[in-house]
């Protein structure tokens, strides 16, 4: 309330224009900017083939996701949403994915979330989307956002409604249970989509007005289009990875958001640069977060005497 939020830290001056589109802008549905990212595969290719000799199986959503984490960590401002016409910080780094418990129609979807502070190499982004989905794909497998879906859908219509315009509420005035934004797949950096999975093109998803998922990139299968060749004489045929990239323009100006794009392609073309470990640069903390702390250090420095 009045500014404050479990799941990020109020940005005080910036871009005075940004708060005002925020104003005129309330939906994030009305903010929305697609952008399609094409990545020649040569340098995916070699990176995959080469891990492979190691006894590591990486796919491409694999190194995207590595790629977007890596982004956000050196790019902060596009972390960021917008709540209520006001801008927050986001604490960590979230990315949501759907994933279908089995190939065939009919089956059943389930969401997962994953949380990084940035500093994930790309054997550590991948080591965790294998551990989630190995423990949600299945038609026996049942999680935590699973299991809150499937309570709502127990209510009548009407009531439904009331409960969701009831929690977008809380959420806009900052009174949202803390562990509601832990289960909600809504409450993310980024929400991922792989369409590459059932054969399919990208596409532009739109963004939720429910939560805070400030950007929604969707994994196509490859295309072989014709390129300018490096020493500029003539083209040749490559295998293209697309990405359609839809994101909240309210987040931070579009030189930010264009040369943030340009780090996750840059990723995407010189993987190698993923395998080390990123320094980050923690958000500083909040007055109430700062007094915890103070009030933690004291506990235990009277339990030591």
């Keep these: 309330m009045f500014g404050r939020r479990s799941d990020g830290v109020l940005v005080k001056g910036g871009d005075p224009m ?4 925020s104003a005129i802008m309330k939906y994030r549905y009305d903010a929305m900017v697609n952008y399609l990212l094409e990545v020649d595969c040569e340098g995916l290719d070699k990176f995959i083939a080469q891990e492979r000799k190691n006894g590591i199986s990486f796919s491409y959503m694999d190194i995207a996701m590595a790629a977007v984490v890596r982004m956000y960590a050196e790019r902060p401002e596009l972390n960021r949403f917008t709540m209520n016409t006001r801008i927050y910080d986001r604490k960590g780094i979230s990315i949501s994915l759907t994933v279908k418990k089995s190939l065939r129609d009919g089956a059943d979807e389930t ?3 994953l949380e ?11 080591e965790k989307i294998d551990s989630a989905i190995k423990s949600n794909k299945g038609t026996d497998k049942v999680n935590s956002t699973d299991k809150t879906a499937k309570l709502l859908m127990r209510l009548p219509p009407f009531i439904l409604k009331l409960a969701v315009k009831f929690v977008m509420f809380l ?15 809504f409450h993310a950096s980024c929400y991922f989509t792989n369409m590459k999975s059932i054969s399919t093109e990208y596409v532009f998803h739109h963004l939720y007005d429910f939560g805070t998922v400030g950007m929604f990139a969707g994994l196509g299968k490859e ?3 014709p390129v300018a060749n490096k020493d500029g004489d003539g083209t040749h045929n490559a295998k293209i990875l697309q990405i359609g990239i839809t994101i909240d323009e309210r987040i931070c100006d579009g030189l930010y958001y264009a040369r943030s794009i340009k780090r996750i392609k840059n990723y ?3 993987v190698d640069a993923l395998k080390e470990n990123f320094e980050i640069n923690p958000l500083p903390l909040s007055k109430k977060e700062q007094k915890r702390l103070k009030k933690e250090e004291k506990k235990k420095a009277k339990n030591k005497n």
Excluded at 18 to 21: C, E, G, K, P, S
Excluded at 119 to 125: A, C, F, P, T
């Design 116 to 126: 990084f502070d940035g500093s994930e190499n790309i054997y550590q982004v991948k």
């Design 111 to 113: 969401t997962i979330k």
């Design 171 to 185: 959420d806009r005035h900052g009174m949202i249970p803390k562990k509601l934004i832990k289960l909600s797949p």
């Design 268 to 270: 995407l073309t010189d």
């Design 18 to 21: 940004l708060r005002i589109t």
């Design 223 to 225: 295309v072989v289009k």
